[in-house]
């Protein structure tokens, strides 16, 4: 992920493998965070929702965060009009693994919520998974 800061907006450019070929996304982020007790709100606006939902302002609230190795983003959204509901959870790290204790920290999170662990699905983030060069 590239980015550059200005106060609490980020501009950024993500990249990922999709069907072995490297794709990115790209926005702006906005950030508010209510004192020390890191939860929080991102306000992103971009294209990548724009296909699909056809909206560019996508809003989701930080859970929890360390800063150092992980966060945990949730986002849930219901439209009764065009009869659709979804709910995202994202774990992002600053590593490809995490540590045991940083895993543990996330489970203890993740079990005081009504978050069902059961319906998360946990990415390998391997050298050899996320290699597009010899597509």
């Not at 702006?28 to 929080?40: C, P």
């Not at 800063?67 to 774990?91: G, L, P, Q």
Request: glycine share 4%; net charge negative; hydrophobic share 30%.
């Amino acid at each position: 992920m590239d980015h550059t800061r200005d106060g609490n907006r980020y501009t950024f450019t993500i990249s990922d493998v999709v069907n072995h070929k490297l794709a990115s996304v790209g926005g702006v982020v906005e950030t508010k965070f209510e004192g020390d007790n890191n939860i929080g709100h991102i306000i992103y606006s971009g294209n990548f929702y724009k296909s699909s939902e056809n909206e560019t302002i996508f809003d989701a609230d930080v859970l929890s965060i360390d800063y150092a190795s992980y966060c945990i983003v949730h986002h849930c959204k219901h439209d009764s009009k065009k009869k659709f509901h979804h709910e995202f959870i994202w774990i992002l790290s600053r590593t490809p693994d995490l540590s045991p204790d940083t895993r543990n920290t996330i489970d203890a999170f993740l079990n005081s919520t009504i978050i069902d662990q059961r319906q998360l699905i946990w990415d390998h983030f391997s050298k050899q998974y996320c290699d597009f060069s010899k597509y």
